[in-house]
């Protein structure tokens, strides 16, 4: 692949997260409106403005960039620092816990354990992760292991992990292919299924051999899940764009149009679209509304060119 061609991809997923995000903030705890409702909200918003998804992936990036790579007291600070500054950007309930027991004296690797039982299984930590898959696209075990660190900042579970790592997997997979070239589903659900550990996502991976013709997103729903867990929300964002490989706007949209943490799902489904098909598949009146375009679409480029040089 050209570095050009590679740098469209980065620019892609970063946006595209960002996009996702905040076309689905607005439906964030819906159900049952419809794809055309997506669209209309989408066209009508003079800005689109996204949410801790975002926030939280900038952290990912901006710390990844300033250490050229995993530094977890400096990523730590940085979701910090940025949650300081703008702390109105509908962060879930974990985050801002272990960001105040770090404040205190709490060691930034060990805050996160004492959350909840065994820590958080919430989507916090893969809605963030497009970074690290770009990053790592092309090593695997290299990008399992950041993604396993830069989620124990603030989700300590192990299902937690696992789905930030199945997210990055994908958004990496999807970066390493040609949207020129016809795309293999089967091969492509086959991969990911090969790379996770965990039943209950492998579980729901084999689940997706029975939707792909199912119309009624009532079911996926179901079977899949919409919900703020990472087993129930990073399915559902992989399906999304299984189902829609060759539309940055279709599989969003319908990654949103699944209800429930539709900003989550969209912006997941937006960071694997965006690295299939690359930054110019977005559309570009949504592009042109994105709060903060200026600042975001740099941090792709520096990833790119820690990457390349
Ligand atoms: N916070 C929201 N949305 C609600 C309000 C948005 C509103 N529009 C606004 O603007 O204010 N969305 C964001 O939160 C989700 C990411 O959450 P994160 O970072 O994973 O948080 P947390 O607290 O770690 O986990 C979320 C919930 O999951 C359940 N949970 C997690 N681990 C658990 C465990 N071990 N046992 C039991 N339950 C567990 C809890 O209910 C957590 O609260 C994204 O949707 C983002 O957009
Ligand atoms: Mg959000
Ligand atoms: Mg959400």
Redesign the pocket.
Known sequence: MDTDTLCNKFLGSILGTAIG?SVG?GF??LQGFTEDQVHAVAERRKVLRY???TH?MIGVAESLIAKSGFDGEHMANRFIYNYNWEP????????P?IFAAIQEGESWDRASEK???????????A?RIAPVGLLYYDNPQKLKEVAYQSSHV??A?IL?KEGAALQAYAVALATTLDPTSSFDREAFLRKLGDFVVNDTYKEKLQTMEDLWNESDKIKIAAELGNG???FN?VPAAIFSFLTHPNSFEEAVVYAISLGG?T??IG?MAGAISGAYLGMDSIPAEWLAKLENRLYIEPLATELWQIKTE
């Open positions: 995000d903030a964030e705890g949410t801790d998804d939280m109105f950007r509908g962060y879930g309930p974990g985050p816990r959350l909840y039982l065994g820590g958080s299984y919430g989507n916090g930590a809605m603030t989700h579970h937690g703020v867990e990472a929300s943490d900003d989550t912006a």
